[in-house]
């Protein structure tokens, strides 16, 4: 990849300033709406069955985050995800905490059988225990995959038949047409707050609604927000400040800063 | 107006600390508490059936905002409506996202039809489609209205019976009793992060709770947000750091600053 | 207490890295979840019937508080306990807003009555109220309660057989077995901002997690808390940039900054 995809897919969300309506948790929901305005894109939270249809029918990209899952915010999922597939605008799940209670896991599945997911994202536990793989999610924390974590993305990727991303120190994206990009940009400061997982699938989220090669966007995304994480921490090391200075740096980031610091194989 | 206006009210937050009692949103709802805090007063945010009646009663303003609805929250809202209306305390409605779907419209016209609005707040979209104009909002970012927004917010403020506020580049305050206030003061930063909007609602609403001329506190509730937020963009323009310093900027706020810096007419 | 055993309990947070499984209200959830973090434990968010049991058999405390509470939120929160009280980790009752409306009062004395607290917090008129003293609270903020705070603790701790936390300017720990700790650390500026009180739960959580006995916990954990909160305020008095500090403050604490500032008696 080049940096000039990079940059032109930023520059396409900061001109279309695409709507992407999220379904997501209460822990994290304002951090995901705010990164997803300072990418210069819009963002919509919307959780009432009686209007996700209408709300998604808007957007152009849908995110859902079982993050605090109920089996209201499911049904509001299956209803908006129906309408994104018929659309054709992606939906990017985030199997936050999946691995962790057996809800999660089987509400993971349940989304995947009715509805098309177009991205699927988690740390390493979390895309193992959608792969199949018997390991035990530390609730929202990943806990050590003793497999190889490459193949079970593109394990994943072609039996839900779609996009898969692992986010860690270094992230995975793979989807079933042979696509597999290593990005090696982010900061372990990003480990240390809460939220920036959430974020990540935010940022994925905004890109695909303007770039339709999902393993490009995801591995373009992840690669800008990663390098923003990079600047906030030569900035400080300090957790509090670290997360103001991530929102500034993402709005500051420019062709020049991707060219010098993108890190994606 | 005259700034001793402005800051007298804004004094009187200070020493009545009135509770100012929140049925709201999931994105910005430590937002809306943090500002109303900071301002000196006493934010409370309680949503269940059960209580919200209790709790209103305890309160001196009660702000609604629409921007998470769901048909248990509008339920909620109706029953604090009511009791705020007897007890002729202040009823906001920040009718957040209205225009982006069917629901939200249907629910702020119902809540009109249920209890009496003292003060509505939105921007120029969200206005406008209650003012009965045919505009779609884009999720809950203002779209271009084509029409006058002056007249726009006379004509509700008429057809509603309350006091009407637009806000934008300009903010636009409008009552049934022939008074109008534009409010130049704010910072084009504010619609760079999430939140401003709904924390603008919970601004009008604490300056509600000690001022009964709504429209009055209403534009001095603007100004002063306002003003506290230009005096955050002079010492930062990065949308992190503008934000807290948004919120040290409101503590900030004296006499001083506000003689200098309000711009009402 | 010495000031090795405070900073013990923090290093074996460190080092542990507990769950800390929350129930609690959506002001505050991002705060509550991010201090655990920065502590250095797990912190997890989750509310439905179908998982909470699930999730709290993976962790080492469980949080409640019923900031924004709800009949369906009550319910998860007996379930959780069950499976806490069973498993023998520590359930931190915040009794937040306790005295405002009568159904928090009610749903307080079903919690106490239908699992086994073992720590209860709250301001000096929350617990006033729990304990049996007719004072009305102002939303979620505390108002002066006229008997002696330490007798009420006591009492309390007697009658609910558990671990009683006062916080205020001073804060008070007592138990059933004739501990009291006065931990006179903390800075008015933690009045100034909303989300204090309710990450001081999840810090006496956190140690709790740690340290069985549930009295020099909570003193240890306030100790720390409120010292991290000293540190933010000599670098800033401004709100929006103390509560940025207070994260970073917490993530600063060493043994030797502990041994200097601890006041607990």
């Known amino acids: 990849m080049k940096e000039i995809q990079v940059y032109s897919i930023l520059e396409k969300v900061r001109s279309e300033k695409p709507l ?18 300072i990418l210069g894109a819009s963002p919509v939270m919307a959780h009432a069955q009686e209007e996700v249809a209408d709300m998604t029918a808007l957007a152009s990209a849908l995110v859902l985050n079982i993050g605090t899952l109920t089996t209201d915010i499911i049904a509001a999922m299956k209803i908006a995800g129906a309408v994104a597939n018929k659309k054709g605008i992606p939906v990017l799940l985030d199997a936050c905490g999946a691995g962790a209670t057996p809800f999660r896991d089987e509400k ?14 988690g740390n390493s536990s979390e895309i193992a225990r959608l792969a199949g793989v018997a390991v035990q999610t530390k609730g929202v924390d990943a806990v050590e995959v003793e497999q190889n974590l490459i193949h079970i993305a593109q394990e994943l990727a072609c039996s839900w038949n779609c996009t898969v991303v692992i986010t860690g120190r270094e992230d995975i994206v793979a989807d079933n047409k042979n696509a597999l990009y290593r ?22 989220g905004t890109f695909a609604a303007v770039e339709r090669d999902y393993a490009l966007a995801a591995a373009a995304g992840l690669c800008c927000y990663g390098i923003a994480a990079e600047c906030a921490a030569e900035k400080t090391q300090a957790p509090g400040a670290f997360k103001e200075r991530l929102f500034d740096c993402v709005d500051n980031l420019n ?8 890190r994606i194989s």
């Open 183 to 204: 990005v090696n940009n982010g900061h372990h400061m990003m480990a240390k707050i809460v939220g920036t997982g959430c974020m990540a699938a935010s940022v994925i």
């Open 20 to 37: 992407v309506h999220h379904i997501t948790n209460w822990v994290t929901i304002y951090d995901c709406a705010n990164i997803v305005k």
């Open 255 to 262: 062709r020049d800063i991707i060219e010098k610091r993108m």
């Open 108 to 121: 993971c599945f349940e989304l995947q059988g009715n509805i098309k997911i177009d991205i699927v994202k």
